[in-house]
């Protein structure tokens, strides 16, 4: 169901020197490009305030568009993000709280639609470069799941370098491009760019959708001694690694920007960059100042990322936008700007009304995290963050002012009783783990087997059963 294209009109409410937006009127749909990169630390681009070494090209990008100041992704860690990015909903509501296991038949719920598969409906053709990490089994691939086109690794990472028998383990396992297993030629991160390029040439003339899922700067650190050489003066070599690794693909974003410009498609084409989760300091390198803590954890360091989207000539420019966004919002913002209707099923929202200020206030009242079956949670209000981690006291931020969640607010009790409660109601409503986390079998949140009945005896039972 196609309905009218969003009139542009000027932007109340975002912050920045250029207007940047089209006279009012339809126009064609346009492409998307959703650029991802895989644990790039939160201070690790250039307009972050990267440091010790650049990302030109995707600054570029951030300056021909909206960088957004306060953007979330739905899980801290790999395959559960990309299934909310994905589907538009909270990853929780269809049991994809962990990474499927390699060769264990898990994967994303086929009850799930797809962006891929929703933007069937409006004509386009949709490919994937790089990481899949929803599932490696027959029926979880992404040829099963809306994409015309995959190119890439179906685990959750690679060797950069090398690949081996279809035998070998997740990282050695040969890539699959067109159906057809295919050795690592080179470096993997530029193999993956000219694969896009060739996807965006071939499909040049027709509206399509391209995942560009980089596995960097996600481990192994690998890279060839030409990248090495572009950030020598790094000198710790690990860093020295990781900047080599994000060197590349900032590479990559800017060869795909340019064959956009070549094609005369950058007024066409809507383009998404962002982290599929917080750098994990210590095992990558990489760097989240200035917040607390790393992949994995629900602190804004595992949760908070880099994040721009650009449309140029349509959405502003070199601006910045403050109110809370999540990964989640992409899937609505690109169905509706394709001329679809939003399904109402999804937790994200489209983003561009607020971009073009046509709606006011903030796209989500609230915005929620669980990991770690329920080891783990957080929520977000525009004015406070709650954390709650298992055996520490709850924790409240304002965040607004304490982006490093350094200084708890004291609190009555009361914000934090209220915002336990809608985390609680929030995390009650979803169904128990579809398959168990890679740390086994262990006993699940009393409150997730019976609905919101649990009392905090039994709440204080289960903490105790879980060892921590
Ligand atoms: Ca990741």
């Excluded at 890279?223 to 690694?241: G, M, Y």
């Amino acid at each position: 169901m196609r309905r009218a294209l969003l009139a542009v009109l000027m932007c109340g409410a975002c912050s920045g020197p250029d207007a940047g937006v089209a006279p009012a009127g339809e126009q064609q749909p346009p492409n998307f490009v959703v650029i991802l990169a895989d644990d790039l630390g939160y201070a690790d681009v250039g307009f972050q305030g990267l440091q010790d070494f650049a990302t030109p090209n995707i600054d570029r990008l951030a300056a021909s568009g909206v960088r957004f100041t306060n953007a979330y992704v739905s899980h801290p860690y790999c395959s559960p993000s990309r299934a909310g990015l994905l589907t538009g909903r909270y990853q929780h509501r269809f049991g994809h709280v962990h990474n499927p296991k390699f060769r264990a038949g898990e994967g994303l719920p086929l009850s799930e639609t797809l962006l891929p598969q929703a933007l069937t409906e409006a004509g386009y053709a949709s490919g994937i470069v790089g990481k899949w990490h929803l599932g490696d089994a027959p029926r979880f691939h992404p040829l099963e799941r809306g994409f015309d086109e995959f190119f890439g690794l179906l685990g959750g990472g690679h060797d950069y370098f090398k690949s081996a028998g279809a035998d070998a383990g997740e990282y050695l396992i040969p890539l699959e491009a067109h159906g057809e297993p295919v050795p690592v030629e080179g470096y993997l991160t530029e193999q993956l760019t000219e694969a896009a390029l060739d996807f965006v040439r071939r499909r040049t003339g027709h509206p399509f959708f391209l995942y560009l899922s980089y596995n960097a700067p996600h481990g192994p650190l690998q890279a060839p001694p030409e990248l090495l050489d572009r950030v020598n003066s790094i000198t710790d070599p690990r860093r020295q690694t990781y900047a080599a690794m994000v060197t590349s693909l900032d590479d990559g974003v800017g060869e795909v920007l340019a064959l956009l410009e070549e094609l005369g498609l950058s007024e066409g084409t809507m383009v998404f960059f962002l982290s599929d989760n917080g750098g994990p300091t210590p095992a990558n390198a990489s760097d989240n100042t200035p917040l607390r803590a790393t992949k994995g954890t629900v602190y804004e360091g595992g949760v908070r990322v880099p994040f721009v989207v650009a449309w140029p000539g349509r959405l502003p420019a070199g601006r910045t936008y403050d109110a809370p966004v999540s990964a989640l919002d992409i899937f609505p913002t690109v169905v509706a700007t394709a001329g679809l209707e939003t399904p109402t099923n999804i937790d994200g929202v489209n983003l561009v009304p607020y971009l073009l200020g046509e709606e006011h206030g903030p796209p989500h009242e609230q915005l929620f995290w669980q990991s770690d079956e329920g080891e783990q949670f957080a929520t977000r209000t525009a004015e406070h963050k709650l954390v709650r981690v298992l055996g520490r006291e709850p924790e409240l931020y304002a965040i607004e002012e304490d982006i490093s969640e350094s200084n708890p607010v004291s609190d009555d009790g009361v914000r934090i009783r209220e915002l336990s409660g809608s985390m609680e109601a929030w995390h009650v409503a979803h169904p128990p783990p579809a398959w168990p986390g890679t740390r086994g079998e262990r006993p699940v949140h009393p409150n997730t087997a019976k609905g919101l009945g649990a009392d905090q005896a039994e709440i204080d039972a289960w903490m105790a059963r879980r060892g921590n």
